[in-house]
């Protein structure tokens, strides 16, 4: 069993900012990146940052250089977003790729945490 579990979120205003954390535990035995997606209502989930364990970075267009993905330690990362934008509204979802001591390999996510950007 692998568990992913997000924190922050919440209501900003648009131009703020937002932390978001998650951190993963479980029986994983090769971790090969973490990264948030995001899905918003009536859209398709979509790629907001990755890091690999060698932190390298990949960011969707649409929040370069507002967004930063960072690892914290070997099981945790976080997202700084700044300059918040209404259409940054969504449910955002942590996802961790990796292989289970049993050999499978793929994707764990969290259960959500809501980014709501409104004046």
């Known amino acids: 069993q692998v568990q992913v579990v997000e924190s922050g979120g919440g209501l900003v205003q648009p131009g703020g900012s937002v932390r978001l954390s998650c951190a993963f535990s479980?029986?994983?035995?090769?971790?090969?990146?973490m990264g948030w997606y995001r899905q918003a209502p009536g859209k398709k989930r979509e790629l907001v940052a990755a890091?690999?364990?060698?932190?390298?970075t990949n960011y969707a267009d649409s929040v370069k250089g507002r967004f930063t993905i960072s690892r914290d330690n070997a099981k945790n990362i976080t997202l700084e977003m700044n300059s918040l934008k209404p259409e940054d509204t969504a449910v955002y979802f942590c996802?961790?790729?990796?292989?289970?001591?049993?050999?499978?390999?793929?994707?764990?996510w969290g259960q959500g945490t809501q980014v709501t950007v409104s004046s």
């Open positions: 996802n961790v790729f990796a292989s289970t001591t049993w050999g499978q390999t793929s994707d764990h």
């Open positions: 890091i690999t364990t060698s932190g390298v």
């Open positions: 479980g029986s994983i035995s090769s971790l090969f990146s």
